[in-house]
């Protein structure tokens, strides 16, 4: 299956290099010489990394196929796609169509299915949608989501006290969005 790993924005410089906006975890090794990527939107349909580098925070890239600042110009916009079945090397690395789906067990007892995998700087989290319902958060480290078993259908789930009832209604850490004062009336 094919995972979209970055979009092409503007051109850097006049040697055809541009920006990308990513969409991976991994830009280090999406982006060594020598990877392609199959492409959308854009007039190529393959491109190979010649050269990458980082600009503060912006990742620039140089493709094989793209020689001047023209060529770039047409790639803005593009997305860049790999095919996971040929990039799966972790054993432990898993993407979001992998999971949505599976059933969200805690001591072997079913609490909701999996709904998305949010990609964050920090940590990733499990998106759950619980049986009652409500979403739950849930962060994708080995202690708490100790195994993932696609070809069974299940996520074990191992979590600490209060993961559930967090962001919920009636729960101290809902965000309050002020449903409950009356106009005019004033807050505590």
């Known amino acids: 299956m094919d995972v979209l790993v970055a979009r092409i924005g503007k051109p850097h410089g006049i ?40 600009n503060k925070d912006i990742l620039i890239v140089g493709f094989e196929q793209i020689a001047d600042r023209n060529q770039a110009e047409t790639l803005r916009g593009a997305q860049l796609f790999i095919d996971t079945d040929e990039a799966h090397d972790e054993d432990d690395a898993w993407y979001e169509h992998e999971l949505v789906g599976l059933d969200a067990r805690v001591d072997g007892v079913s609490v909701g299915k999996v709904t998305g995998l949010r990609t964050m700087a920090v940590q990733d989290l499990l998106v759950v949608e619980l049986a009652d319902g409500h979403e739950a958060l849930v962060p994708f480290v080995g202690e708490i989501v100790p195994e993932v078993d696609p070809e069974a259908g299940f996520v074990a789930i191992v979590p600490p ?26 807050r505590d």
């Open 161 to 186: 006290a209060g993961l559930f009832d967090l962001n919920t209604p009636g729960s101290n850490q809902a965000p309050d969005d002020g449903d409950d004062v009356a106009p005019g009336e004033a």
């Open 15 to 54: 040697r055809g290099e541009v920006t990308v906006q990513l969409f991976t975890d991994a830009p280090e090794d999406r982006f060594e010489a020598g990877e392609t990527f199959r492409v959308e939107d854009a007039t190529v349909t393959e491109l190979t990394v010649v050269r990458a580098r980082w």
